[in-house]
Structures are given as structure tokens and as C-alpha cells.
């Protein structure tokens, strides 16, 4: 899909005209990448902040580093899962596009910013009422209390998150304009850093608050890039013409929840899997849980990429539905899986070649201290080389499915997948066979490629000639 200057241009054709030709391979990768590797800077755009956040607190004290990482994860978890609802927005403008009916694409800007205000309010509650919570389950007061106050400042920025990682994370892609969110996330990372250094230590005359100046300069950035990206693309002349002020209808609402529940489902069985890996993995000591903390941190890395391909997929999937050519959705799907397991494949095999110089980026593999740690870590890359193929496979696959609101199958998928055969082999392995940690690793790829198979040969079943679900994708996209 050739990413036109201007706005009626459709994939490599003149304007106003959908292509009778195949469209190459070749271009196919190239528009792929365009869309992708922007995205991807934004994402470990984020990863960089949270970094820093935790470097920060970590040089306050261990309490200030427990309670900020425990509140920054409940409060990224669940916004991504309600972000997750939002992110329809990107196969509703893309099929729109395709399908020439423009007019579509402002009705479906405002219906989503109306969701992500609404969806804001549960988010928020869940929020406030988190230290109850903390209690029933008897964790330490002090935890809890510093958990509560971090969270009193950062429940505000619960609508300005999901109008940037929901809604314009969705919506820019399917405008073919990634390049304003990195632009705005490498902004970012910037000022969350240095407000997180001034407001936490008192540095440049700015007060000293410690934790609470944490949450504060997390705030303030994600309020801040909420604003900027609203502000360019509202201001922007080339994005300004597909945001006209529209009522938002309840009918696109709908629509958006039909779709989006389902990927929002998807992405909380999943994260759940990793905590409760976690869990499991604790139970074996903290040399146990620091090992599988720094592989899967270097892990969630990369997978950046292959998320990234994803959205990228949905966009480009969604385009060719809309556009009525289901071979070229067919290609375009099946060309980003392939570039994505081709990356993952060679940071699999970084990780088989070198594995010492991965661990050592975390700590010292030659004080004796830390011998059962490394060991561990050692143990856990082989198996995290196999993960990362399967993880990146499915998350792409996934995102070709979406691109013709293929949703609730693919939940179902991960969901067994995930749990009913990952959960069950991860536990059997470490417990019933003694496996440990490796055996968890061992079953979370298992379940893993699992659901890799499943939803390439789903994305396979479902987009040859007269399938079902590609002839009502692109009659429905065209309505």
C-alpha cells in the first residue's frame, strides 16, 4: 500500500483508482516496514521512560522503587487493556479508506474520542479503589499506602493515556502518519526524565517530593503528549481534513466494542499469563525471579518489533478489505508475518550466540554473588530464543485477523492457548517434573506456538477466494 502525499491516493495508484494489477512483494515489505518501524520507536520509546522511572526511584529508596513499578504496572495493565477497545478505531478508518467512503473517518475520530472518555470512568474507579484491594490480599502497609498516594496523582492522566496509546496509536497509523506519534514520543522521554530527576531530588529549584514527584512528572508527560498529539492533528493541514467536527454515532460506538472487546480480552489473558508465570516463578527464590525478570524485560524489547508489525498489518489488512481486493489483504498479511519472523528469528539467535553479553547488560556475571542468578538467566535464553519466534508470529497474525474484524475467534484462540495448554504444560513442567523455571519458559513457548499455528492458519482459512469472513469483511466494509 503505497503511503500517498495525498489523502485520496490509494496503495502505489493513481488517485481516486484501486489497482487491477498484483501489487509485489516488494512493495508490500517496504510499505510493511514504513508503517512498522515508526511505531516501533514509539513503543520502546515507552519502555525507555518506564526505564527511567525505575532507575530514578531505585536510587530513592527500595520502598519508593517497590511501590512506584507495582503502580506503574497496575496502571499501564489495565489501561492497555482498555486501550485495546479503542484500537478498532484503526480497522474502521482503514477500511473506510479503501473503500473511498471518506466521510466515514471523521464520524469514526469522534466516535472513538467519546469511547476513550467513557471507558476513562472505570479505569479511573478501579484506580481509587486499588488500596482495598492491596489490603484484602495483606500486603505490607507501607507498600500500600505509598501505592495509594502514587495512584492518587496518576489515576488523572487515565483519559489523556487512552487518547494517546488508544485512540491516536489506532487512528494516525490508519492515516498512514506514524511518524507524528514518534515524533511525540521521543519528546517524551526526554521530559519525563529530566521532571522525574527535578521533581523526585529537588534539582534546578524545582521542590523536592520524592515518590510523589515521581507520579507528578509521569502525569505531567502523559498529559502533555495527549495534548501535543491532539494539537497536531488537529492543527496539522494534512490531518485536520479527516477530523471536521461530526457527531460521534452510538451506532460506530457500538461498533467499536464489538470489535475492540474481544482484542481488549486478548491482551488481558495474556498479560495475566505473564503474572501469573511470574508467580509461579518466585515460588523458586529471588535468584529465580530476577532471572526471569531480566529475560523477559530484554525479551519484551524486541518484541516491540513484531508488535508494532501487527498494528501495521491490521492497517494495511484493513485498507485492501475496504478496498474490496482480499488477495492483496491475503499478501499483505502473510508478507508482515514473514518479516516479523524473520526479525524475531535473528534476535533468537542473538540470544542462542551471546547470551552471557545479554545478561551481563543487567549485572555482574562474574561476581560469584550472583552465580545462581546467571545461571538461571543462562537457561532461561534458550528458551526465550524459541519464545520469540512464537510470540511475534501470533502478535502479527493477530493483527492480520483484525484487519477483517476477526476478533472473537482469535480471543478464544489465545485463550485456550494461553492458559488451557501454556498455563497447564508451564505448571506440569516446573511442578509435577521438576523442571523450575525453565520448565515455566518451556511452557509459556508451547502455549505460545500454539497459538501461533492457530491464527496463521485461521488468517490462512479466512482470506482465501470466497471465504465467509473475507466476503462479509469486504461487502461490510463498503456498505
Request: glycine share 8%; with cysteine.
Amino acid at each position: 500500500m503505497q503511503m500517498p502525499r495525498s489523502p485520496d491516493a490509494a496503495a502505489g495508484t493513481k488517485p481516486g483508482r484501486i489497482p487491477s494489477a498484483r501489487i509485489p512483494v516488494a512493495q508490500h515489505v517496504r510499505e510493511t516496514v514504513r508503517l512498522a518501524a515508526p511505531l516501533a520507536i514509539a513503543q520502546i520509546a515507552q519502555i525507555a521512560m518506564a526505564a527511567t522511572d525505575t532507575i530514578l526511584l531505585g536510587r530513592l529508596s527500595s520502598d519508593a522503587l517497590a511501590a512506584g513499578g507495582l503502580s506503574a504496572n497496575i496502571y499501564f495493565m489495565l489501561n492497555i487493556m482498555l486501550a485495546g477497545i479503542v484500537t478498532a478505531c484503526a480497522v474502521l478508518v482503514s477500511q473506510a479508506r479503501g473503500a473511498k467512503l471518506e466521510e466515514r473517518v471523521p464520524v469514526v475520530y469522534w466516535s472513538t474520542l467519546l469511547l476513550s472518555l467513557l471507558l476513562a470512568v472505570p479505569s479511573f474507579a478501579i484506580l481509587s479503589s486499588i488500596g482495598p484491594l492491596l489490603r484484602a490480599l495483606d500486603e505490607p502497609p507501607t507498600l500500600v499506602a505509598n501505592v495509594e498516594l502514587y495512584l492518587s496523582v496518576l489515576r488523572w492522566g487515565v483519559p489523556a493515556t487512552l487518547i494517546s496509546n488508544g485512540l491516536m496509536r489506532s487512528f494516525l497509523p490508519a492515516l498512514e502518519k506514524p511518524h507524528l506519534i514518534t515524533a511525540v514520543s521521543l519528546s517524551a522521554v526526554g521530559l519525563n526524565g529530566l521532571l522525574n530527576y527535578a521533581l523526585i531530588y529537588g534539582a534546578w529549584g524545582f521542590p523536592q517530593l520524592g515518590l510523589i514527584g515521581s507520579a507528578t512528572a509521569t502525569l505531567t508527560t502523559i498529559v502533555g503528549s495527549a495534548l501535543a498529539l491532539l494539537v497536531i492533528v488537529h492543527t496539522k493541514k494534512s490531518t485536520r481534513r479527516w477530523i471536521h467536527p461530526v457527531r460521534a454515532q452510538l451506532k460506530i460506538v457500538w461498533e467499536l466494542l464489538r470489535v475492540g472487546l474481544p482484542i481488549s480480552v486478548t491482551y488481558g489473558v495474556e498479560l495475566a499469563l505473564f503474572l501469573a508465570a511470574g508467580l509461579m516463578i518466585a515460588m523458586f527464590g529471588t535468584f529465580a525471579s530476577a532471572a526471569h525478570q531480566m529475560v523477559l524485560n530484554a525479551a519484551s524489547i524486541t518484541f516491540m518489533v513484531p508488535m508494532s508489525i501487527g498494528q501495521a498489518a491490521n492497517v494495511r489488512v484493513g485498507y485492501w478489505i475496504g478496498a474490496g481486493k482480499g488477495d492483496e489483504a491475503r499478501r499483505a498479511g502473510f508478507v508482515a508475518t514473514g518479516i516479523g519472523a524473520l526479525f524475531m528469528s535473528c534476535t533468537a539467535l542473538v540470544m542462542l550466540t551471546v547470551p552471557q553479553a545479554i545478561v551481563s547488560v543487567y549485572l555482574d556475571v562474574h561476581d560469584p554473588a550472583n552465580a545462581a542468578t546467571v545461571a538461571t538467566a543462562l537457561g532461561l535464553l534458550v528458551f526465550a530464543a524459541l519464545f520469540q519466534v512464537a510470540d511475534g508470529v501470533q502478535v502479527i497474525a493477530f493483527g492480520a485477523l483484525r484487519g477483517l474484524k476477526d476478533t472473537k475467534v482469535p480471543m478464544l484462540i489465545a485463550s485456550v492457548g494461553y492458559w488451557g495448554i501454556g498455563f497447564v504444560v508451564a505448571w506440569a513442567l516446573a511442578f509435577r517434573f521438576d523442571y523450575g523455571p525453565s520448565g515455566i519458559w518451556a511452557g509459556l513457548f508451547i502455549g505460545l506456538f500454539v497459538v501461533a499455528i492457530a491464527m496463521i492458519l485461521r488468517f490462512a482459512r479466512e482470506t482465501r477466494p470466497g471465504a465467509p469472513t473475507l466476503v462479509r469483511a469486504m461487502a461490510q466494509a463498503r456498505k
